[in-house]
């Protein structure tokens, strides 16, 4: 007889998963029943957030979705906060979890790992969640699971199965992959009204957002063909590559940034919703402008939130820029100076840089420059934010923005480490934020992912110290007991380094990167800018 979870194993394979991310407990054993004899690999989190952020890094390093299985009540609250990141960010993920047996679903009688009514709980962080109470319709369901990943707006997709479902007899299951739906095109009417207005303008802007991830080829000819500059997100960084003179980099929260988009009268925004910490992270009031702004966006609901476009268009970003690529290349519109317009946004933004930072990323970047970048909620991620941009997509991204958690990119460069094997890759975390998943990195060492784990120390949550100072508050909470990561990273079998100097760093990392085992590396932030904590 096979099982349901068995078959669930099986049906998995089909559609390509080659790792799941999970902690077994006694009710999921049965989900591990198939998994040994089958092709996918199990890592083990030292807690459920941490499967859920090495799923998202995973899934951000390779455009893959992140897999997990975890328990009912206590593994589901637990990467609750994980799902919610994947959820604002849009990250594809899938997380299968075990519920009480489905005759006493809901009733809260005290039943080990008992979360009555688990699913509304999860709906929250959820593009879907579904408990499965016939094993027969488990094929549908993945297959709608995957069907959101391939065709809609990304996000976590929660599958619940009853403990007495999961070894339920499934003999007669197809576990062959459904037909993938395609992304939604763009209406041809849509196309031919961007080209009308796109031919009205003298100074079109492009603004891209994690929606255009995929998209980076088009996104770089249509800018190409309009002369026009692009601006981009965190989550767009190396859609267009840096090094390209249409390339602003930087941040919409950058007064020179905000200003081009009052200056320009023609504004496509591709795959971003415009929202506070990537166009109002100082909080100067939302963006606002007079161009015209067309909206492209795979998920309808976001062409409402935030801005109020002049022309909405449903589309997956790389069918809408390709349709309107094709349309250009039939009816041409001559090219604007959008170079020199990038320039002066450049040289706006360099206002923004401070040497000392900047010295880090570059010593960084010399040292590693294929790195891929895990960051979390530290000063030196928010100085990345705005000047820190990539050559490709892929190869920067953190907690900080969006749901904004913290803890995140250990776990995260774990994921995105086995998900990319052969790249460097950097966790960039700050000494409060590494305490909240620091077991992860015996995770990394059992899995064999040679992560740098690169730890900005300043012994306390310095950002939320500047608030207080800000604020004008006495603080209260900030100061923090930190322990010795060197000796912490050894004890875990990693390398481990403290670098106090910026030729330390970059031999360091040069190191660490031949070194098949991960490695860990202190920074002292008062041995590289002064600041938080004063001398
Ligand atoms: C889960 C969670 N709790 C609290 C916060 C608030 N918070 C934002 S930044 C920060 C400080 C983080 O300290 P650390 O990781 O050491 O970075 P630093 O600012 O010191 O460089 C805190 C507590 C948060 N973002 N997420
Ligand atoms: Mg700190």
Redesign the pocket.
Known sequence: MATCGEKLIEILESYGVELVFGIPGVHTVELYRGLKRSGIRHITPRHEQGAGFMADGYARATGAVGVCFIITGPGMTNIT?AMAQARQDSIPMLVISTVNRSGQLGLGEGRLHELPNQRNLIAEVSVFSHTLLDANELPKVIARAFGVFASQRPGPVHIEIPIDVIDSEANSIDTTAWPLPSAPAPPPEAIDRTVELLREAQRPLIAIGGGAIRAGDEVVRLAETLGAPVVNTVNAKGVIPASHPLAVGGSGSCTAVREAFCAADVVLAVGTEFAETDYDFYYKGDLSFDGRLIRIDIDAAQLSRNLKPHLAICSDARHALSALNAALQRDPIPAKDGGSWAQTIRDGLQQRQDARYQAFFDTIRNALPEAIIAG???????YAWLNYETEAPRRYFH??SGY????YAIPAAVGAKLGQPTRPVIAL????????TLGEIASAVEAKASVIFLI???????????FFEGDGVESIG?D?HTPDFVALGKSFGCSAYRATRLDELESALKKAVKDPLPTLIEVR?ADFVDG?PPA
């Open positions: 906060t979390d909620s530290t000063q030196p991620t928010y907690s900080a904004g958690t913290l803890g975390i700050g000494d409060g934020a590494a305490q909240f900005w120390n300043n012994q306390g949550y310095g950002e939320i110290q500047r900030v923090l932030q938080y």
